[in-house]
């Protein structure tokens, strides 16, 4: 059965309305699902449900049906809402040219307790997370109770920064649905990010929620508040990440994105176009929750990364989430887990014992494949970082250290850097992967060929290696020529071997 408690107070809210228009809506069976009653000057009264439009009465809305309301509900804000005190419910007017009131939209705000549950890992990791979801989907609810349940039950000090009174209901006494967290009231939707920064200077936080982060101020705001320590959970307007990617104004929030122009040689290594786009800096927040449903969310557990294979072209990685009817959180499918899957479907039962998931950075993938097909290695190449337990980059790109190299050293992936973009040299970084290097047949036969090279290079006339397969010999052919000198292959199997001569050769 499920945990899911819901309180509503939808006697507050029909005590409100007209009798014509709160005696119908108490008869209906569905109150439970209403969502909103909305009251035009001349207009039939409408209930609406997740499914459905109702009509409420046959009397059309009079001026003084609006007066009846607005009179028995608080005073409204320069954003035109008002609310009832003590209760989530929030009036919305709107007026003509002079400022009269002709219309109110009254949407039930109901306390969710359980919600938590889906995201109550990401919550008390002390990570801050950002919320986003389509209107009436469920983020200030799910904001809400994350707000108690950080207050309540991990103790922590919690600052609630109410712009329109959404959170924690109208009046001066917050509703009971924040459990034991602070509430600040912001007078003026304009002075939000102003209050952000007050509560962190005043009040000394361990966590902000904040409401409808929507502005360029609002997300400076933010950012100053995570680069204090301070965890910050709040939401945004936008239905998913990529929303926020491009968003001019909010795609602050997940690092930034500025335009980068590379250089003939780099556009041609990366297959792509020599304007770009890269993130210019850590997210502001850590995670973001993308909220289909109370029971369904879909999460990017590393902003970071997630941003960077949208700019990059790949599929996003998510992690989806459900609560099943124990209110339990169970993972339904990770995109990241199916890739490895059809990743060992694809390479076969040779795959199936590999240890090694290699990323790319500023290296060809082609190239790379072709090394990890010629040394035979069990060995995938991955799109993300956090799929990835060793990345291959360019010393230029290492001297640079970009954020995602960063990245990858905070996170502990081992990070392996070559001198050029040549199949060899990334043959030679997976040998060195393998970590055997006393055992290793290609490295030792490697290593004898560069003791053979250096004999030649010191006045000796040739130097005959040990019998090697035919893959073997070729590197050591490859590593003869980087060096200027001959070589060539005798004998025939299983003996044929590689002579290095002076000079260059075969």
């Not at 002075?191 to 952000?196: D, F, G, K, P």
């Not at 070559?418 to 290097?437: A, D, F, H, Y």
């Not at 290609?442 to 005959?464: P, Y």
């Amino acid at each position: 059965m499920s945990t899911l408690r819901i309180t509503d107070d939808l006697d507050a809210m029909l005590d409100v309305l007209p009798p014509h228009v709160r005696d119908p809506l108490r008869e209906r069976p569905d109150n439970f699902e209403l969502l909103e009653v909305v009251l035009d000057l001349g207009r039939l009264p409408e209930a609406r449900y997740p499914q459905q439009e109702v009509i409420l009465s046959e009397r059309e809305v009079t001026q003084a049906d609006l007066e009846y309301t607005v009179s028995r509900i608080g005073e409204f804000t320069s954003d035109n809402r008002a609310g009832i005190e003590r209760t989530l419910h929030r009036i919305s007017a709107i007026r003509n040219r002079h400022g009269r009131i002709v219309g109110l939209t009254c949407r039930v705000g109901r306390a969710v307790f359980g919600t938590i549950r889906i995201i109550e890992d990401l919550v008390k990791s002390g990570q801050s997370t950002l919320l986003l979801g389509r209107p009436g989907v469920g983020k200030t609810t799910m904001l809400r109770e994350v707000a108690r349940f950080l207050a309540d039950d991990m103790n922590k000090r919690v600052v609630v920064v109410d712009t329109s009174n959404e959170i924690a209901g109208d009046g001066d006494i917050p509703h009971p649905g924040i459990g034991s967290a602070r509430r600040m009231q912001v007078p003026t939707p304009t002075m939000q990010h102003a209050v952000m920064i007050e509560a962190v200077e005043n009040h000394m936080p361990e966590v902000i929620v904040i409401d409808e982060i929507g502005t360029d101020l609002e997300a400076a705001a933010a950012r100053t508040i995570a680069e204090r320590g301070v965890q910050l959970v709040g939401t945004a307007h936008g239905n998913t990440l990529e929303n926020l990617i491009m968003n001019p104004t909010l795609c602050d929030l997940i690092g930034g994105i500025q335009s980068v122009t590379l250089g003939d040689e780099e556009a041609r290594r990366r297959g792509t176009q020599k304007s770009i786009l890269e993130r210019k800096a850590p997210p502001t927040f850590d995670v973001v929750v993308e909220i289909q449903s109370w029971e369904r969310v879909s999460v990017h557990a590393n902003v970071s990364e997630t941003v960077d294979a949208v700019l990059r072209g790949y599929e996003v990685a998510a992690e989806i989430r459900e609560l099943d009817k124990e209110s339990q959180m169970q993972v339904v499918a990770s995109p990241a887990q199916a890739r490895q899957k059809r990743a060992l479907e694809e390479r076969g039962p040779v795959a199936a014992g590999r240890e090694r998931h290699i990323y790319p950075f500023g290296i060809s993938r082609r190239r790379l494949e072709q090394a990890i097909r010629q040394m035979g290695m069990a060995a995938t190449i991955v799109d993300h970082l956090g799929d990835a337990d060793a990345l291959i980059t360019l010393r230029s790109y290492y001297r640079r250290k970009p954020q995602l190299l960063r990245d990858a050293e905070e996170r502990g992936v081992p990070v392996y850097v070559i001198k050029s973009n040549t199949v060899l040299q990334m043959e030679q970084c997976i040998v060195s992967m393998r970590g055997e290097r006393g055992q290793d047949p290609v490295l030792s036969a490697l290593q004898e060929a560069e003791e053979a090279i250096g004999d030649i290079m010191k006045g000796k006339r040739s130097v005959e290696l040990s019998p090697q397969n035919a893959y073997i010999r070729r590197l050591q052919h490859m590593l003869a020529q980087r060096y200027n000198l001959s070589s060539r292959s005798l004998g025939q199997e299983p003996q044929r071997r590689v002579r290095i001569l002076p000079g260059r050769g075969e």
